[in-house]
């Protein structure tokens, strides 16, 4: 992906999290939603480990 492309990603991301999230999280009520949640657990792979990355200065 060229550069632009991740900026503009990274700015829509941004923008959601400020403006749409914080209604959505509002307005969850996962007890009223959730009827029951199945699934396995999964071992994790330490090496496997993603970080975020940091802004550059």
């Known amino acids: ?3 632009g492309g991740r900026g503009r990603f990274s700015a829509a991301r941004r923008r959601y999290a400020a403006e749409q999230l914080p209604a959505l999280r509002g307005r969850a009520v996962p007890g009223d ?3 029951s949640l ?3 657990l999964l071992p994790l792979e330490p090496d496997w480990t993603v970080l975020p990355v940091r ?3």
């Open 33 to 35: 939603d959730v009827c």
């Open 55 to 57: 802004p550059r200065s």
């Open 38 to 40: 199945t699934g396995r």
């Open 1 to 3: 992906m060229a550069e």
